[in-house]
């Protein structure tokens, strides 16, 4: 059965054919005849308490262009089976209020994924706090001598990071003895008025971060992202170069940890990022490495996402809700 999915997204020239998770989305959902629609996060707007957008008819192909759009119209977001908030990081104030909107939305008619109370909530970085048991030794603070007292219970190594960052941006690798640590912490915290996160470097990171791709609990992929030997981020837009890596026993260890909590905030498609066993980012807003994972392992994950998507849908229509 055909449904309509609307992506909140960035614009489509912004999109890596060969990389973006949500262009595998968009290309799966038109195999299976889905009626399919763009818009940006700037397109949405509330009209008497009733969520809206202004959105295009969206095509899609693996070619050149990748990708056409019809003219725009204004639709209640409750004409959609499906709205997939997939715009890039950072989290900003627009992101913020977009979440707002999409909060209005009926959620008896329409599921929106990721869920935008979740999206809200859970900060690529904190959220990772509410499981201790799997994360390395971490600290929040704006205080530079905080945080080097930290280092130094840590054994003089640390990585630093900002609370808003995305895509390795703004992460340092500190260690005692360093002459700019100062000037690090200065700029990090903006002069101890910002939180940042320290975490314990973990020495497993030259032989990878690897993103498993989790939906509904449940880890159905991986991806190992090295770092290039004059980085210490895996990150792959700063040539960090993927490997082929299969989800272990503690993968699912870490995931039966967080499933319960990923379920109650909505969140049903999330890419966690492990070094050495343990979490350091839970990726909640944008999740990506869904198109590497399928030319290692020869898979189609986004069929399984869109499976899954496809079910809760039905859910809906089967709850006796009017559609």
Same mark, same amino acid.
């Not at 994924?113 to 799997?134: C, I, M, T």
């Given at each position: 059965?055909?449904?309509?999915?609307?992506?909140?997204?960035?614009?489509?020239?912004?999109?890596?054919?060969?990389?973006?998770?949500?262009?595998?989305?968009?290309?799966?959902?038109?195999?299976?005849?889905?009626?399919?629609?763009?818009?940006?996060?700037?397109?949405?707007?509330?009209?008497?308490?009733?969520?809206?957008?202004?959105?295009?008819?969206?095509?899609?192909?693996?070619?050149?262009?990748?990708?056409?759009?019809?003219?725009?119209?204004?639709?209640?977001?409750?004409?959609?089976?499906?709205?997939?908030?997939?715009?890039?990081?950072?989290?900003?104030?627009?992101?913020?209020?977009?979440?707002?909107?999409?909060?209005?939305?009926?959620?008896?008619?329409?599921?929106?994924?990721?869920?935008?109370?979740?999206?809200?909530?859970?900060?690529?970085?904190?959220?990772?706090?509410?499981?201790?048991?799997?994360?390395?030794?971490?600290?929040?603070?704006?205080?530079?001598?905080?945080?080097?007292?930290?280092?130094?219970?840590?054994?003089?190594?640390?990585?630093?990071?900002?609370?808003?960052?995305?895509?390795?941006?703004?992460?340092?690798?500190?260690?005692?003895?360093?002459?700019?640590?100062?000037?690090?912490?200065?700029?990090?915290?903006?002069?101890?008025?910002?939180?940042?996160?320290?975490?314990?470097?973990?020495?497993?990171?030259?032989?990878?971060?690897?993103?498993?791709?989790?939906?509904?609990?449940?880890?159905?992929?991986? +991806?190992?992202? !090295?770092? %290039?030997? &004059?980085?210490?981020?895996?990150?792959?837009? /700063?040539?960090?170069? *993927? =490997?082929?890596? @299969?989800?272990?026993?503690?993968?699912?260890?870490?995931?039966?940890?967080?499933?319960?909590?990923?379920?109650?905030?909505?969140?049903?498609?999330?890419?966690?990022?492990?070094?050495?066993?343990?979490?350091?980012?839970?990726?909640?807003?944008?999740?990506?490495? +869904?198109?590497? !994972?399928? %030319?290692? &392992?020869?898979?189609?994950?986004?069929?399984? /996402?869109?499976?899954? *998507? =496809?079910?809760? @849908?039905?859910?809906?229509?089967?709850?006796?809700?009017?559609?």
């Amino acid at each position: 059965m055909g449904r309509r999915f609307l992506y909140v997204m960035d614009p489509m020239t912004k999109v890596l054919v060969d990389k973006d998770t949500t262009f595998a989305f968009q290309l799966e959902g038109e195999r299976r005849g889905h009626e399919q629609y763009h818009c940006l996060p700037d397109d949405l707007f509330v009209t008497r308490s009733s969520p809206q957008a202004a959105v295009r008819r969206l095509a899609v192909r693996r070619g050149t262009p990748h990708f056409t759009l019809q003219e725009a119209r204004t639709v209640p977001l409750e004409f959609f089976d499906v709205v997939f908030m997939r715009k890039d990081p950072p989290f900003d104030m627009a992101y913020f209020f977009a979440t707002h909107l999409l909060e209005l939305v009926d959620r008896r008619r329409t599921l929106v994924v990721n869920d935008p109370r979740g999206l809200r909530d859970a900060n690529e970085k904190l959220y990772a706090l509410n499981f201790p048991s799997v994360i390395p030794p971490s600290i929040v603070t704006a205080e530079a001598g905080r945080l080097k007292a930290f280092m130094r219970e840590l054994g003089g190594e640390m990585i630093v990071k900002p609370l808003d960052g995305a895509g390795g941006s703004g992460v340092f690798h500190l260690y005692e003895g360093d002459r700019n640590m100062n000037a690090i912490l200065e700029g990090s915290t903006r002069e101890g008025t910002r939180l940042v996160m320290g975490q314990q470097y973990l020495p497993a990171a030259r032989q990878g971060d690897k993103r498993v791709i989790v939906l509904a609990g449940e880890p159905i992929g991986a +991806v190992l992202r !090295i770092p %290039r030997e &004059d980085e210490h981020r895996g990150n792959i837009h /700063v040539g960090g170069r *993927v =490997e082929r890596v @299969a989800v272990d026993d503690r993968d699912r260890e870490i995931c039966r940890t967080l499933a319960p909590r990923l379920a109650a905030d909505g969140l049903y498609f999330v890419g966690l990022d492990v070094i050495g066993g343990l979490v350091t980012e839970i990726n909640v807003t944008s999740p990506t490495g +869904v198109q590497e !994972i399928d %030319r290692f &392992d020869g898979a189609c994950l986004e069929a399984q /996402v869109l499976d899954f *998507v =496809e079910h809760k @849908a039905a859910a809906l229509d089967r709850s006796g809700a009017p559609h």
